[in-house]
Structures are given as structure tokens and as C-alpha cells.
Nanobody
Framework: VQLQASGGGLVQPGGSLRLSCLAS????????MGWYREPPGKPRELVGITTSDGGANIADSVKGRATFSRDNAKNTVDLQMSSLSPEDTAVYYCYAVMSTEPTTSRKGYWGTGTLVTVSS
């Protein structure tokens, strides 16, 4: 089971980004799925997390600028974020709570992270 993130890179202030995350492997079910980020020199923090029934918990720092699109059939979650500032510079990590068998409990998995740099 793995989470593969794509997107990221260098973005100008005021610009936007789109990150995609794909969960693959022997997946039975996915519960929460979303994104965290780790700014330079700071601890990892929540960006937003979605639930399988369409709910979402979005950090105040990105609320109004971030949109999460989840496709349960494809095991993907996308993050679109606008009005970026240097404070959004971070390594962005995909996170999902998944189970591999019907008899096992879900546990958390992290993707490898993708760097987003907001700079002119």
C-alpha cells in the first residue's frame, strides 16, 4: 500500500497550486484522506482532511483558499489552493487511513511528500 503525490514545485506569490494523491496497492477501504504540510523549521501541520462520506476538516490558515476533491472510486484526493504566499512554502504530505483486509483495522499511511515553494 502506498500513497503517491504529484504536483508542487515553484509558484509565484498570488498563484495557485494543484496537488494530487493516489492510493494504490492492496486496499480494502479508506477512511480519512487528505494533506498535511511541513514548513521549513516548523512541525507538520494539517492542511485539510476529507472523510469517505464527503466531510472535510480544513485548517483555518487555508480556509477559503483550499479546495479538496476526493474520488472514492479512484482512491484519489486532490488539493487546489489559491492566493499563495511565501508562508505556504512547505513539503506537502498526503495522508490516508486505510485497511488492507476486511478483518483488520485501518491505520495511517503517509506519502513521501512534495515540495511547494512560493517565491518570486
Amino acid at each position: 500500500v502506498q500513497l503517491q503525490a504529484s504536483g508542487g514545485g515553484l509558484v509565484q506569490p498570488g498563484g495557485s497550486l494543484r496537488l494530487s494523491c493516489l492510493a494504490s496497492g492492496n486496499i480494502f477501504s479508506i477512511g480519512a484522506m487528505g494533506w498535511y504540510r511541513e514548513p521549513p523549521g516548523k512541525p507538520r501541520e494539517l492542511v485539510g482532511i476529507t472523510t469517505s462520506d464527503g466531510g472535510a476538516n480544513i485548517a483555518d490558515s487555508v480556509k477559503g483558499r483550499a479546495t479538496f476533491s476526493r474520488d472514492n472510486a479512484k482512491n484519489t484526493v486532490d488539493l487546489q489552493m489559491s492566493s499563495l504566499s511565501p508562508e505556504d512554502t512547505a513539503v506537502y504530505y498526503c495522508y490516508a487511513v486505510m485497511s488492507t483486509e476486511p478483518t483488520t483495522s485501518r491505520k495511517g499511511y503517509w506519502g513521501t511528500g512534495t515540495l511547494v515553494t512560493v517565491s518570486s
